[in-house]
């Protein structure tokens, strides 16, 4: 790697995770936000919501125990919105502008924004799964690597949906609220808290709705992860999305740049 690069990758970096140690709220809220619902609404689901054996699991499993990769993806995902919230907020004070500005390849620049975001999101994982092997769950040892490659694709893909709607949403106060359209559906929607056939049992459409998801095939990731499996339809599935939503974000970050030129040719 060329030493102009290798600098723009160690600055992103390092400066995303000095904001993350001075936010300690956002690394709390990361932690508690998955803990309630693996200490508390766990307890409660445990006796009226079972599960059968269906692949990674060989056994009947405890309701905490299938719930755990969905909590991981929420992190990951919660992490992904925050860290688009923060270009938002960049670009309203002038710093994004500033970094796009660089000689450097605007496809790179956010690249590695994404990396730095995935980066920050493997330390609220991680801290999350010792918690919970503390408190509730018992992760195989391999697992915990095994996770990392997983979570490394996991983060870039949900990252970059972040970045996609920070590239369409103009203003700060807008973002916050979009948020809130696109986390809860795409957590609901999936198989983070319940098997597809229960959705399925329920409503066909619902079925289909989470089968559509992104974030199901990121869960199931994970999930596959853990005991050493691969699911190689979810990886497919999870590494086009993050390509294809890679691709439309910098499209739109390019037309952006491009918009006040236009503006500025019409006026004279």
Not at 103 to 110: A, F, K, N, V
Not at 120 to 127: E, G, K, P, W
Not at 161 to 177: C, D, H, P, R, Y
Not at 220 to 247: D, G, M, P, W
Request: with cysteine; net charge positive; proline share 5%.
């Amino acid at each position: 790697m060329q030493r102009p690069y290798l600098i723009a990758l160690v600055a992103i970096i390092w400066r995303e995770s000095l904001r993350f140690v001075h936010q300690r709220g956002r690394f709390a809220a990361a932690l508690v936000r998955p803990l309630i619902w693996l200490l508390v609404f766990a307890a409660g689901f445990r006796s009226i919501l079972g599960v059968s054996i269906t692949p990674p699991y060989e056994t009947y499993i405890t309701y905490e125990t299938y719930i755990v990769p969905g909590l991981i993806a929420m992190i990951q995902l919660f992490n992904g919105m925050q860290s688009s919230l923060a270009l938002v907020y960049d670009r309203e004070m002038g710093s994004m502008r500033l970094l796009l500005t660089s000689p450097l390849p605007r496809g790179y620049l956010l690249f590695v924004k994404l990396i730095a975001g995935t980066v920050i999101s493997l330390f609220q994982v991680y801290a999350f799964l010792l918690i919970a092997r503390l408190t509730v769950i018992d992760i195989p040892a391999a697992g915990w690597f095994a996770l990392a490659p997983v979570l490394i694709i996991n983060g870039l893909m949900l990252g970059a949906i972040g970045m996609l709607l920070s590239a369409t949403v103009k203003q700060l106060e807008n973002f916050a609220g979009v948020m809130n359209f696109v986390i809860f559906p795409m957590f609901f929607l999936s198989s983070a808290l319940y098997p597809l056939w229960r959705m399925r049992e329920s409503s066909e459409l619902i079925f289909w709705i989470c089968t559509l998801n992104p974030f199901t095939y990121a869960v199931e990731l994970v999930r596959h992860a853990i005991y050493l499996k691969l699911n190689l339809q979810a990886l497919t599935i999870v590494i086009s999305c993050l390509i294809v939503v890679f691709v439309i974000a910098i499209w739109q970050y390019n037309t952006a740049r491009s918009r006040p030129r236009a503006v500025k040719k019409k006026s004279k």
